[in-house]
């Protein structure tokens, strides 16, 4: 078969030849959604018997909108004008549901996978956290925002559904601020939130109604990360308390525990999380539990084990807002490849690398400011994250997006790569200096590639078969541009740009 070179960067490299950063176009790859019906996100859920399940149907296309299911379990009821499925299962066991949505431009139809059993989060969490953009400035009223942003930029219809607080929302000791003081607990030794948060059931109930969920943050410390109070020696007493308040995810960051643990033995490490995940275990709420401990220990060999649905596995990605992109390249392409963390990630605990850090971002000076990174570097960020089956947490502001930007977190094949139902997180296949190549394997089969240059200047990236252990003619698919190329056989080379990806989906044409 002829030899070709598929040109498909070419149209965001700027000054690509120059050594130093370059300015870019930032390109709109993805056609807009159409207006008929299309079912997206995830298409299987994991909740534990009897506890509240809440699903809000994922689904582009104009509005109003009718939605139906066949064949949900009993105990859950559908909103036929929202399609939000809430409710409960009694009855262990895998149910599949036939979800349907449908417009005065036509219908479409999508399985959904309910698993009624012990384990939850068998596909990444996808959603937005407040911290990289709002840090110590959150408030109630900025999360309602939040939530209305999720559903009118349509976020919501392509599988976002967590909407999470991060640090900040509880009283700060010594405070000179009004808005941060109060008495950390109350009498029973449940903590407190803050003025900024006057009423946190009705917060969550805010976020419920549009079928949404809501994510809450503290330390097994006594001091978060900001000095606010914590859950030292009360986390019974403050998991109960986010249960009374109606949260459904809680980040779990290490901070001022290190001041407790006795050393850095892999059994101190372990030793908050194992305790925080059996007391949410007791609970009659499901609230997923992200461990924030920076990939001390190695913990991708033991989060699942100890009750992590996901696990950070390096510091913080925006720590400094000037080297995002070297902590890019650094956290998410070399320590996933030399540790092969790809052998951790699955159904129920997934590698967390951080948040997507796109949009505008906090600079750290008091000051809201578009993400440093090139649009090359947005579209390595959001490949690579669907690769590595790593959770889809935007912390960008929500309300502030743009065209671009909304653009890279709605493509619904680059999602569908990340919520793969199998699970298989991908890894490195090739590397040639800068240019690399990163597989995974899904459950039809398939498999997704990303051609990438972390290099300077225009590259020719080279995706071959017995790289990726594969043979015979493949379909080749543009993910970002969603279109078919061709069928190739042996190989697929594509120009890739200065720090850029060409991201493709390899089907058997046989």
């Not at 109350?186 to 009423?199: L, T």
């Not at 990939?295 to 991708?300: A, I």
Request: one cysteine or more; glycine letters at 10%.
């Amino acid at each position: 078969m002829r030899r070709r070179v598929w040109v498909l960067a070419l149209i965001i490299i700027g000054a690509a030849e120059l050594a130093a950063r370059p300015q870019e176009t930032a390109v709109i790859l993805t056609p807009a959604p159409g207006p008929a019906p299309r079912i997206n996100g995830t298409r299987v859920v994991g909740v534990r018997p009897a506890s509240p399940l809440l699903f809000r149907i994922p689904a582009t296309g104009e509005r109003p909108m009718e939605f139906a299911a066949d064949g949900l379990p009993s105990g859950l009821a559908l909103d036929p004008s929202t399609g939000i499925i809430s409710g409960a299962i009694r009855e262990r066991g895998q149910y599949s549901a036939l979800l349907k949505a449908s417009n005065s431009k036509g219908s479409a139809s999508r399985e959904l996978r309910i698993v009624c059993g012990d384990t939850l989060a068998l596909t990444p969490h996808m959603g937005w956290n407040s911290w990289y953009v709002w840090e110590n400035h959150v408030t109630d009223e900025i999360m309602r925002a939040a939530a209305e942003a999720m559903v009118s930029s349509g976020m919501a219809d392509h599988g976002y559904m967590y909407v999470n607080i991060d640090d900040c929302w509880s009283v700060k000791p010594g405070a000179s601020d009004p808005t941060l003081q109060g008495e950390p607990r109350d009498r029973s030794g449940k903590i407190n939130s803050n003025p900024r948060f006057p009423d946190m059931r009705a917060l969550t109930d805010h976020i419920h109604a549009k079928g949404l969920k809501a994510g809450i943050y503290t330390s097994p410390g006594p001091l978060t990360c900001a000095d606010h109070a914590a859950a030292w020696q009360h986390e019974e007493a403050d998991v109960e308390r986010f249960v009374e308040w109606g949260f459904d995810f809680l980040k779990y960051d290490w901070c001022s525990y290190g001041r407790i643990a006795k050393d850095k033995s892999r059994e101190e490490f372990q030793k908050p999380y194992r305790l925080i995940s059996e007391i949410l275990k007791k609970q009659p709420r499901d609230i997923v539990l992200n461990l924030c401990q920076y990939g001390m220990g190695d913990v991708w060999e033991w989060g699942k084990e100890v009750g992590g649905n996901s696990w950070r596995t390096a510091g913080d990605l925006g720590g400094s807002f000037e080297k995002i992109g070297i902590a890019l390249f650094r956290d998410g392409f070399d320590l996933y490849a030399e540790k092969g963390l790809h052998r951790y990630g699955g159904p129920g605990g997934w590698n967390d690398p951080d948040y997507l850090l796109l949009g505008h971002l906090s600079n750290w000076k008091g000051q809201t400011v578009p993400t440093p990174l090139t649009p090359n570097e947005q579209y390595s960020h959001m490949s690579l994250w669907s690769l590595l089956a790593a959770p889809l947490i935007f912390s960008g502001d929500i309300t502030r997006l743009d065209e671009f930007t909304l653009n890279l977190l709605t493509n619904d094949e680059v999602i569908e790569v990340d919520q793969d139902p199998l699970g298989r997180p991908g890894e490195r296949a090739a590397k040639d200096g800068d240019l690399e190549v990163w597989s995974r394997r899904l459950e039809d089969g398939s498999l997704a590639v990303g051609l990438f240059n972390r290099g300077e200047g225009l590259k020719i990236v080279a995706a071959r078969w017995e790289d990726l252990g594969i043979s015979g003619p493949r379909r080749v698919r543009d993910l970002w541009r969603q279109r078919d190329i061709g069928v190739f056989e042996g190989r697929f080379e594509a120009y890739v740009a200065r720090h850029g990806v060409v991201l493709i989906r390899l089907r058997s044409a046989e």
